[in-house]
């Protein structure tokens, strides 16, 4: 166990006042930890664009009180929250641990967010979703006896790439991570140290090795539709651009796709 590399709660306290206030534009609040509950978004600078499309819609869809922080990796590991060894391979990123490729920064970290969340419901998001509609109904509609809810997918693509030449991996519960409420207060998420974030093989971590079946919510498949995948007989309340957003070459006229471009535009006019 590596209990030395655990941060201080000053340490965890500056880096969520931090990701707080650089998350919130211009909103204040005196005490962060009564703002409950928060959403957390992935954040990789290769899909800026997409992490901008998932603020500006998600901040739409919720009232000002609700925080809204990425989870950015050099912050983690500044503050000593993520040290899990990483190398290049062709270009891309490689988790030395799970010995796979990493599509994004956030592949593991996402795992962080019942840690740094403390207490509460906490939804994590990939940066590449669009939201429709308001987060708030399906905050009110959570199952306190589940330690986290997810939509859960039967997605076996057979593509071998994704997104800007990423390899399409396959593993247990694929996706079921990428919209993911955690009950941080259930005495089961206890179990999911920030020791066991960063010494698991990512596809332990995916498919929640530390709950039982049972602890596994499950959410509607409108709460993270995937674009090209899921029944177009839906109405998606968030849409999830699983294998690229509309800015990558290829992914141009995926579902939905003007609505992304327009919320784009809109947080940048």
């Not at 005490?31 to 901008?52: C, H, Q, T």
């Not at 990483?86 to 967010?113: N, Q, Y």
């Not at 057979?158 to 593993?171: A, I, P, R």
Request: aromatic letters at 10%; a negative charge; hydrophobic letters at 35%.
């Amino acid at each position: 166990m590596r209990s030395e590399r655990h941060p201080s709660f000053e340490c965890i306290e500056r880096l969520c006042l931090e990701l707080f206030q650089k998350s919130q534009s211009g909103r204040s609040c005196e005490n962060m930890y009564e703002l409950k509950p928060s959403v957390w978004i992935g954040f990789d600078p290769r899909e800026a664009d997409a992490y901008a499309v998932a603020r500006q819609s998600i901040g739409r869809n919720l009232p000002n009180h609700f925080p809204v922080r990425g989870l950015v990796l050099d912050q983690l590991r500044r503050a000593g929250f993520y040290w899990r060894p990483t190398s290049r391979r062709d270009g891309k990123m490689w988790d030395d641990i799970s010995e796979a490729p990493m599509s994004t920064e956030f592949a593991c970290s996402r795992f962080l967010v019942p840690a740094m969340a403390s207490s509460g419901w906490a939804l994590f998001t990939d940066c590449d979703v669009m939201a429709r509609r308001s987060l708030q109904t399906l905050f009110k509609h959570v199952d306190y006896s589940k330690a986290v809810m997810v939509v859960k997918h039967d997605h076996k693509p057979v593509e071998k790439t994704k997104m800007d030449g990423q390899v399409q991996t396959q593993y247990a519960r694929k996706n079921w991570s990428s919209v993911c409420l955690f009950n941080c207060d259930h005495p089961s998420n206890k179990k999911l140290t920030i020791d066991m974030v960063n010494e698991l093989p990512g596809r332990d971590l995916h498919r929640f090795c530390w709950l039982e079946d049972h602890e596994i919510g499950e959410l509607g498949v409108e709460w993270n539709w995937l674009a090209g995948h899921s029944s177009e007989q839906v109405d998606p309340a968030i849409v999830h651009f699983t294998d690229g957003v509309p800015s990558m070459p290829g992914y141009e006229n995926t579902p939905y796709a003007d609505e992304w471009r327009n919320h784009l535009l809109g947080w940048a006019s």
